[in-house]
């Protein structure tokens, strides 16, 4: 008997249930399902748990992976939309929805127009028909096999959403060449360069130009407010990944360090996490994954054979500013990791960061 042609799917659960029946089936495991889909495990776990639609390219992969036919798995996911869609929400669920998200700031920032109906302006910026596929595709809690946060943050999930889902309009349209580990590695030693320079006209540019030639899709947001995202990262598929900033403090040493903080994710961590840098780490807690996050951003700016000499700095003006060209970046970053050793106090020697503003980083953005 042909398993497959006689299938009968409950058309109100999300694919992936027809999915799992038929790899317990044919006795098939999740590592070789996931090496023949060729996606990441988490855009699969994604599909499983209905997070992510199966358009006509993932059909084909499932046709090839498991059988049946391309169609069939095109109407298995309309199907399952269909139901979603029918789930009416009430009038109060649609007003607590919106009153969680951060509408004024959206409105501010132009990623929504004003609108009578501002619930359905909402659907259209998350690219979702209802409130239960807004729960399904973008919301972050510990339930989520995509995140791993901080239960303290759950309650902010709506705004930091609201600030990822714009970084990845954005970086939708940031053409990158495949990723490369080894190539994004390498070319760290460049970007560190950058530190240096004092215009964000300049830099900005630069930077992303040199992430997308490693298929990074580097992206400034500012963050509305209740999110306190200072930075991203996620794969878009297993050839783009996204590196989201949100220019925090507007300062060099903290954006410098929280960018190599989130490039350490991409090159020490697996493509199947959505990592989250909050902007108070103590008050928040830290994982396992964001404590060697930060071990890799301080060594790649100042490695461990020269923290004896910066503990030496002190308040040698002099030296710092030596220390910090020998190390190639900015004064601004020394300062920032004597201030995070407790080598000097935290108000010491601010004058050497530089302080940048929106408009510059404004016009260093092309979208």
Same mark, same amino acid.
């Given at each position: 008997m042909n398993r497959l042609a006689d299938l009968k799917p409950n058309w109100s659960s999300c694919p992936g249930s027809t999915i799992i029946d038929i790899l317990k089936e044919k006795s098939i495991s999740f590592n070789e399902f996931e090496a023949q889909m060729g996606l990441p495990k988490a855009h699969i776990e994604g599909i499983l748990k209905g997070y992510n639609i199966i358009d006509e390219a993932t059909a084909n992969k499932l046709q090839k992976a498991l059988g049946s036919t391309t169609s069939f798995w095109i109407n298995r996911e309309n199907q399952y939309r269909e139901v979603l869609r029918s789930l009416s929400s009430s009038e109060a669920e649609k007003e607590a929805w919106v009153k969680s998200l951060p509408i004024k700031d959206m409105l501010k920032f132009g990623w929504i127009k004003k609108s009578e109906n501002i619930f359905q302006e909402c659907l259209s910026f998350f690219n979702v028909t209802n409130i239960e596929s807004w729960n399904v595709k973008h919301k972050i809690d510990n339930g989520n096999p995509a995140f791993r946060i901080s239960p303290k943050i759950e309650s902010k999930s709506a705004s930091i959403a609201t600030w990822l889902r714009k970084g990845e309009i954005i970086a939708e349209k940031i053409d990158c060449a495949k990723w490369d580990k080894e190539l994004f590695t390498d070319k760290l030693d460049e970007i560190k360069k950058l530190t240096r320079e004092k215009n964000p006209r300049k830099f900005i540019p630069e930077l992303i130009k040199i992430c997308s030639s490693c298929g990074v899709a580097v992206v400034i947001v500012p963050t509305p407010s209740g999110c306190p995202a200072s930075g991203v990262t996620k794969f878009l598929s297993n050839e783009k990944a996204l590196l989201q900033l949100s220019f925090r403090y507007l300062r060099d040493d903290n954006f410098w360090f929280t960018f190599f903080h989130e490039a350490g994710h991409l090159i020490l961590h697996e493509k199947n996490r959505t990592h989250i840098e909050v902007t108070d780490r103590n008050a928040y807690g830290q994982s396992d994954e964001e404590i060697e996050a930060n071990s890799f951003a301080a060594e790649v700016l100042i490695p461990y054979y020269f923290q004896a000499e910066m503990k030496? @700095?002190?308040?040698? #003006?002099?030296?710092?500013?030596?220390?910090?060209? #020998? =190390?190639? @970046?900015? %004064?601004? @970053?020394?300062?920032?990791? =004597?201030?995070?050793?407790? @080598?000097?106090? %935290?108000?010491y020697l601010n004058g050497y960061k530089r302080f940048f503003n929106w408009e510059d980083i404004n016009d260093a953005l092309d979208y």
């Amino acid at each position: 008997m042909n398993r497959l042609a006689d299938l009968k799917p409950n058309w109100s659960s999300c694919p992936g249930s027809t999915i799992i029946d038929i790899l317990k089936e044919k006795s098939i495991s999740f590592n070789e399902f996931e090496a023949q889909m060729g996606l990441p495990k988490a855009h699969i776990e994604g599909i499983l748990k209905g997070y992510n639609i199966i358009d006509e390219a993932t059909a084909n992969k499932l046709q090839k992976a498991l059988g049946s036919t391309t169609s069939f798995w095109i109407n298995r996911e309309n199907q399952y939309r269909e139901v979603l869609r029918s789930l009416s929400s009430s009038e109060a669920e649609k007003e607590a929805w919106v009153k969680s998200l951060p509408i004024k700031d959206m409105l501010k920032f132009g990623w929504i127009k004003k609108s009578e109906n501002i619930f359905q302006e909402c659907l259209s910026f998350f690219n979702v028909t209802n409130i239960e596929s807004w729960n399904v595709k973008h919301k972050i809690d510990n339930g989520n096999p995509a995140f791993r946060i901080s239960p303290k943050i759950e309650s902010k999930s709506a705004s930091i959403a609201t600030w990822l889902r714009k970084g990845e309009i954005i970086a939708e349209k940031i053409d990158c060449a495949k990723w490369d580990k080894e190539l994004f590695t390498d070319k760290l030693d460049e970007i560190k360069k950058l530190t240096r320079e004092k215009n964000p006209r300049k830099f900005i540019p630069e930077l992303i130009k040199i992430c997308s030639s490693c298929g990074v899709a580097v992206v400034i947001v500012p963050t509305p407010s209740g999110c306190p995202a200072s930075g991203v990262t996620k794969f878009l598929s297993n050839e783009k990944a996204l590196l989201q900033l949100s220019f925090r403090y507007l300062r060099d040493d903290n954006f410098w360090f929280t960018f190599f903080h989130e490039a350490g994710h991409l090159i020490l961590h697996e493509k199947n996490r959505t990592h989250i840098e909050v902007t108070d780490r103590n008050a928040y807690g830290q994982s396992d994954e964001e404590i060697e996050a930060n071990s890799f951003a301080a060594e790649v700016l100042i490695p461990y054979y020269f923290q004896a000499e910066m503990k030496n @700095i002190r308040s040698n #003006k002099r030296k710092l500013i030596g220390f910090a060209s #020998k =190390m190639g @970046i900015s %004064p601004g @970053i020394v300062v920032g990791q =004597m201030q995070h050793n407790n @080598i000097v106090s %935290p108000q010491y020697l601010n004058g050497y960061k530089r302080f940048f503003n929106w408009e510059d980083i404004n016009d260093a953005l092309d979208y």
